[in-house]
């Protein structure tokens, strides 16, 4: 019989059952669903029963603002945020905003705003 020179040892069962419990522990943890969930979940979806109470409750500023379509090179996330503007149209040429980072960036900055207005 041949010797590799490696020692070996005996793990207590004790030790065993600390190593599991803190895997298991450490998976609970990283799987844990966040407490505070980025949109709001509706209880149920919209439905066409629905739209006249909705416009109802918009102002006339509201109302306006959903008939406006805006242009990326004309209005700001912020404005569309402000003016509750109700769409929002490409027509940058190719190339202009370099990269997919930055048209993500400019598209997630005018959601932002959209989603925070009522």
Known sequence: MYSLGIRTRTVSPNALVWLLFAAIFGLLVGCARSVTDPLPETTRPLTEADIPALVASMTLAEKAGQMVQVDV?????????????????????????????????????YQREALATR
Not at 75 to 104: C, Y
Request: negative net charge; glycine residues 14%; hydrophobic residues 45%.
């Open 73 to 109: 090179s004309t209005a700001t996330p912020a404005e569309v945020g402000e003016f509750a503007l109700g769409s929002v149209i490409m027509t940058v040429p190719d190339g202009e905003l370099g990269t997919a980072q930055a048209w993500r960036e400019l598209f997630d900055g």
